[in-house]
T-cell receptor, first 114, second 116 residues
């Protein structure tokens, strides 16, 4: 089945840029997503990118997509302590059912040090 | 606008007992999802409803899990009987009227289940 891989941990200093990477296997993915999960909370959609795009920018967030290598990254500029959370990459693809579903990676724990 | 509501927030049961979780989606959202998130992993979809019909339940362990959304609004997920490996956070999400994958899914805070 589809697989989404992420590194587990990332630490950065406040004010630096963070780059979280993700690889996926489903070549039929149409959309790729980044979600943020803070402790004890549900998932919050940060941004998504259509598979025919290679970059999308939204304020401090920049998403880069290399479709040939099936590699997705999320760059957070000027990282703040409030950005500390788990970040999930997700791709849309067809499950064994009839509808497109989201497949999530295991998440990257971002720690922002003062 | 109120978000997705879930209850209870925490539940501790012994194996072989039964448990039920409740979800109230955002008003007007036709699509409702139940996910299982095991510690250290990303959420895994269990079942997806469009109004009161099941769109996909291919990853729901039907020998012990059941879910319903009788009036197309609230939903209940039940586990009977529970196993140790069912310990996880159960997330409910809802999305807008079209059911397309690009519709933003709004997540509730989840129910953390511990099976002893």
């Amino acid at each position: 089945g589809e697989d989404v891989e992420q590194s587990l941990f990332l630490s950065v200093r406040e004010g630096d840029s963070s780059v979280i990477n993700c690889t996926y296997t489903d070549s039929s993915s149409t959309y790729l997503y980044w979600y943020k999960q803070e402790p004890g909370a549900g998932l919050q959609l940060l941004t998504y990118i259509f598979s025919n795009m290679d970059m999308k920018q939204d304020q401090r967030l920049t998403v880069l997509l290399n479709k040939k290598d099936k590699h997705l990254s999320l760059r957070i500029a000027d990282t703040q302590t409030g950005d500390s959370a788990i970040y999930f990459c997700a791709e849309s693809g067809f499950s064994s059912g009839s509808a497109r579903q989201l497949t999530f990676g295991s998440g990257t724990q971002l720690t922002v040090l003062p | 606008e109120a978000g997705v509501a879930q209850s209870p927030r925490y539940k501790i049961i012994e194996k072989r007992q039964s448990v039920a979780f409740w979800c109230n989606p955002i008003s007007g959202h036709a699509t409702l999802y139940w996910y299982q998130q095991i510690l250290g992993q990303g959420p895994k979809l269990l079942i997806q409803f469009q109004n009161n019909g099941v769109v996909d339940d291919s990853q729901l362990p039907k020998d012990r899990f059941s879910a319903e959304r009788l009036k197309g609004v609230d939903s209940t997920l039940k586990i009977q009987p529970a196993k140790l490996e069912d310990s996880a956070v159960y997330l409910c999400a809802s999305s807008g009227t079209s059911g397309r994958v690009t519709d933003t899914q709004y997540f509730g805070p989840g129910t953390r289940l511990t099976v002893l």
